[in-house]
């Protein structure tokens, strides 16, 4: 018998990402708790808004949350980015984390890096 999952279903997780994370932020390593992704490992970050995440059909199946890329934004401390992670300030909650490819990151006050576009998929059942 076939398994399927409806959109609305699928776009419930993703909503939950869309519409409460106010924070993306560049991590040293893969932190598993809101103070490590928001402090400990904590190099660069950024405010988010519902407005840069879009939700659509996924690239292989499913459904697909998009996060916009950001640009210029401030390194506030020294360290190699290995993760990044979206946090919900509001709640204090650590909502998603990704891998990222290895970056050095120095600051220096003016130094920046930048965010590019990525996305969290649910595939379809199977």
């Known amino acids: 018998m076939a398994k399927t999952t409806h959109d609305d279903v699928m776009d419930g997780a993703l909503n939950v990402i869309k519409n409460n994370v106010t924070r993306q932020v560049a ?3 893969q932190p598993t708790t809101f103070a490590e ?3 400990t ?6 405010t988010m808004a519902s407005t840069d995440f879009t939700i659509a059909n996924g690239d292989t199946s ?7 890329a950001k640009s210029g934004v401030l390194i506030d401390t020294s360290g ?7 946090l919900d300030v509001t709640n204090s909650k650590l ?3 990704t891998t990222c490819t290895s970056l050095a990151l120095t600051a220096n006050g003016s130094n920046t ?3 590019p576009a990525w996305k969290h998929e649910i595939a379809d059942p199977t």
């Open 62 to 68: 499913g459904r697909k949350v998009t996060v916009a």
């Open 37 to 39: 992704a928001n402090a």
């Open 95 to 97: 909502l998603d984390v």
């Open 27 to 29: 991590c040293s390593a």
């Open 41 to 46: 490992y904590a190099l660069a970050d950024v």
């Open 80 to 86: 190699t980015a290995t993760h990044v992670a979206l």
């Open 113 to 115: 890096v930048n965010f």
